[in-house]
């Protein structure tokens, strides 16, 4: 069973505009949620993260919102540049757990 | 600088025959994972690692096994491999649990089975 779900697997953005990429779960016993990004060949690297205690953490063009009582979590990038170009992965962790648990993917394409 | 590698990147193998990726990271990290990427399905946890001697199944741990017989290394190997097992396979490390658990990843391997 999916925990953690991206139901847009495509998303197609005009630079300089917002980039809003959508992730839903379904365990509230999730404590943090991470965002990874993933370039064609290589590996997934961290972009930013978020503790269920927060609804908001922002970092440079990036910036994570969290709605608990939606299970929802959203991560916005303004403005959008063609080098943001990649798959965005959506997870959850739980504290003092080692494991992550990711979502399908979404492939933002920024449109120069 | 600590890093995370994968060996072979590419890998061509047939039916039946046994295949083993390997996984090195220099960061002395307790954790490590063994994910498989396919269309669709985003990434799948196939084995994972607290430390040495420790290995414990993921979600899609038919087919695969892992040992740890030191922190740097978590090779993978598939017995038998299958045409089901063509895939991109990502290895990644942790420290300890704390925090929101980020993972870093190796570059990964992609297998074709024939």
């Known amino acids: 069973d999916q925990q953690v779900k991206q139901n847009s697997p495509s998303l197609s953005v005009q630079e300089g505009r917002i980039s809003i990429l959508n992730c839903d779960y379904t365990?509230?016993?999730?404590?943090?949620f991470l965002w990874y990004k993933k370039y064609p060949a290589e590996g997934p690297t961290f972009l930013i993260s978020?503790?269920?205690?927060?609804d908001k953490n922002e970092d440079g063009r990036f910036t994570v919102f969290l709605n608990k009582s939606a299970k929802h979590l959203s991560l916005h990038i303004v403005p959008s540049q063609p080098g943001d170009s990649a798959v965005y992965f959506c997870?959850?962790?739980?504290?003092?757990?080692?494991?992550?648990?990711f979502g399908t993917g979404t492939r933002l394409t920024v449109i120069p | 600088d600590a890093e995370i590698t994968q060996s072979p990147r590419h890998k061509i193998t047939e039916t039946g025959r046994q295949v083993t990726l390997a996984c090195h990271q220099t960061?002395?990290?307790?954790?490590m994972f063994w994910y498989r990427q396919d269309l669709g399905h985003g990434l799948r946890l196939i084995h994972y690692?607290?430390?040495?001697?420790?290995?414990n199944k993921g979600e899609v741990s038919d087919g695969y096994s892992v040992s740890r017989s030191n922190t740097e290394d978590l090779p993978l190997t598939l017995e038998s491999a299958a045409s089901s097992q063509t895939s991109v396979y990502f290895c990644?490390?942790?420290?300890?649990?704390?925090?929101?658990?980020?993972?870093?990843f190796g570059p990964g391997t992609r297998l074709t089975v024939l």
């Open positions: 960061w002395n990290h307790n954790n």
């Open positions: 990644a490390s942790s420290p300890l649990a704390g925090g929101p658990n980020e993972q870093f």
């Open positions: 365990n509230s016993m999730f404590d943090y």
């Open positions: 978020i503790s269920s205690i927060k």
């Open positions: 690692s607290y430390g040495v001697q420790d290995t």
């Open positions: 997870a959850a962790s739980r504290a003092g757990a080692n494991n992550l648990f």
